[in-house]
């Protein structure tokens, strides 16, 4: 079993639409979640922090839920400009280092 | 801006041959590391630096080689190229401990290593 496991998608949703990425975790032991967006051939970028109270940043809500080992990211009101994989990570001390796991991405394709 | 730079963007490579892919960040960020992104999996640490002077091995450094002789440099080797080194390689720097909510990745642009 994947330590992240994403559904790979593509979702295919028209402008406006409301969308929600699932993402599971098989350690109970991690520490800290985050979304990053990657576009296509670029390099990933920090989407937001996942707080375990949940928390939104405009059109983008992240939730945490430990019992069940999973967290999500709902985007509202799509865009064409959010069409991009979504990178869920999530940090477990091993080793001596702080190990960020990262899932291998749910794809977003927004059309008009 | 320039943030974290990565070079060269594109590298082919014969079985055998080393290069060294170059990676330098101005933000003067202690943290730095390399992973590498294969199709269908999530990237991968490939070895990681907390501060000049010191790295250490991730999750799959076999083939790889770093150094880091100041803050804003971290090279990494590639010791005798394989075909399972293909892959998009990514540098990337942070101010605090990656994995802390503050945290955040900055990443180079990526390299395109294929070997044949």
């Known amino acids: 079993r994947k330590e992240v496991e994403q559904d790979p998608g593509p979702f295919n949703v028209p402008e406006g639409a409301t969308v929600a990425f699932n993402c599971t975790y098989s350690?109970?032991?991690?520490?800290?979640f985050f979304w990053y967006r990657q576009d296509c051939r670029k390099e990933p970028k920090l989407l937001m922090s996942?707080?375990?109270s949940g928390n939104e940043d405009g059109r983008f809500t992240a939730q945490l839920n430990r019992a069940s080992q999973y967290i999500s990211l709902l985007i509202r009101d799509s865009k064409l400009s959010d069409s991009a994989t979504y990178l869920c990570v999530v940090t477990l001390f091993s080793g001596g280092y702080n190990k960020l796991i990262f899932g291998a991405g749910t794809r977003l394709a927004v059309h008009p | 801006n320039a943030g974290v730079t990565q070079t060269p963007k594109f590298q082919v490579l014969k079985t055998g041959q080393s290069m060294t892919l170059q990676c330098a960040q101005d933000m003067n960020h202690e943290y730095m590391s390399w992973y590498r992104q294969d199709p269908g999996m999530g990237l991968r640490l490939i070895h990681y630096?907390?501060?000049?002077?010191?790295?250490d091995q991730g999750e799959v450094p076999n083939g790889y080689n770093v150094s880091r002789s100041t803050t804003e440099d971290f090279p990494l080797r590639l010791l005798s190229a394989a075909p399972s080194q293909t892959s998009v390689y990514f540098c990337?720097?942070?101010?605090?401990?990656?994995?802390?909510?503050?945290?955040?990745?900055?990443f180079g642009e990526g390299s395109r290593l294929t070997v044949l």
């Open positions: 350690n109970s032991a991690s520490q800290s």
């Open positions: 996942v707080y375990s």
């Open positions: 990337a720097s942070s101010y605090t401990s990656p994995g802390q909510i503050s945290g955040e990745l900055f």
């Open positions: 630096s907390v501060g000049a002077g010191i790295t």
